[in-house]
Structure formats: C-alpha cells, structure tokens
C-alpha cells in the first residue's frame, strides 16, 4: 500500500495527537527514554519509571512525614508590551512549604543548572537519598515530570510525581504565596524560550 503525501501528514498529526494526551485521556502517552524536550504544556504519560505517582490525597496524607516538596512551576514572564507605567507585580501560590524552583523542569538544562539543581536537592535532603521528594507543577506540565527523572537518574528511591500540580491541590486545600528559591535564584537564568 502507498500513502501520499496527505496521508503522511494525517499519520503524523494523529501521532503527535497521541503523544500530546492527558494522563487520563484514552489515548496512552508513552514515557520518552529520557527527559522530555518539548513544550512544557501538554498531555504527560500516567507514569514515571521508579517514582510513585500520587493524588492530592495521598500527598496530603505524606505531609506529616515531611517530605521534599518541589514546586517547579516556570515564573511569569513580564508581557513585552507590558505598559511602563504599571507594577509588575506577579504571584506566584504554591503548597505550604514548598521550595519554588523556577523552570527546573526544562530539558535540556545547561550543565551547570542541572548540577545546581541536584546540589540543592542534596542539600534539601540533607544528602539523604532515600528522602521523599515530591515535585510538582502545574496539570499538564511536563516539568515536573522531568524533575522527577532526573531525581531517579541521580539515584534517589523516594521520588513521588504529584501531576495535579498546584491547580489539583487547591481545589480543596490551602495555599501560600511562594519566593523563587534563593539558592536556585543564585545560578544563572536560562535564556527565554
């Protein structure tokens, strides 16, 4: 059988229609073979190879054990056309007592990033790699996901993916307004993309 060029095109977009679909969706996303490199928007798969994926309610219920929490939802971006004379004045909510690392999730990220991140990993778990660790972004982001590879490519066996991120968590539960991580801040910004 010969397909033409339209057909291509129709494989092609059903293909990629397939990779972009929610966890919950029918349509099976499968794990790339290592960090994603696409859009951090989009339809993530419903696992992540040696962590645990959890809910709201399962998080809530790991707080008292107080487990690593990383929220690495990307800043806001002040808007180009943005008029000079007003505030720039973003918020940014996350968990209660969640370390806020700004676009941590990004892959790829420079080699010096991805060492500052897993330096300040080693240092949230006090060097601990059995330590719960929970990253989390938004619904439908994969940086939170890719935050959670690079714990398991480190070496780390308490690794939870919360893909609700902090839209899922206050639906029915408290949340705080959140700095950048100032030891995350420290290392150089990615450039734009």
């Avoid at 996350?94 to 990993?121: D, I, K, N, Q, T």
Wanted: glycine residues 8%.
């Amino acid at each position: 059988m010969r397909i033409g060029p339209r057909g291509a095109a129709a494989i092609a977009a059903l293909v990629l229609l397939a990779a972009a679909a929610p966890a919950d969706s029918p349509v099976n996303v499968p794990e790339p073979d290592g960090l994603w490199t696409g859009p951090q928007r989009g339809y993530t798969p419903a696992t992540l190879t040696g962590a645990a994926v959890i809910d709201a309610d399962r998080l809530a219920a790991m707080l008292p054990d107080k487990p690593v929490l990383l929220d690495v939802v990307v800043a806001d971006r002040k808007p180009a056309n943005f008029p000079a004379d007003r505030p720039w004045l973003p918020t940014h909510r996350s968990l209660p007592g969640a370390v806020w690392m700004p676009g941590a999730g990004v892959a790829p990220l420079s080699p010096e990033r991805e060492a500052a991140f897993l330096r300040r990993v080693e240092a949230l778990t006090g060097g601990d790699k059995g330590r719960a660790v929970v990253t989390f972004c938004r619904p439908e982001c994969w940086g939170s996901w890719n935050a959670g590879r690079r714990l398991v490519l480190a070496g780390y066996t308490k690794v939870y993916w919360f893909p609700e991120g902090v839209e899922g968590w206050q639906d029915d539960r408290e949340t705080a307004v959140a700095k950048p991580d100032p030891a995350w801040a420290a290392v150089s910004p990615e450039p734009e993309r």
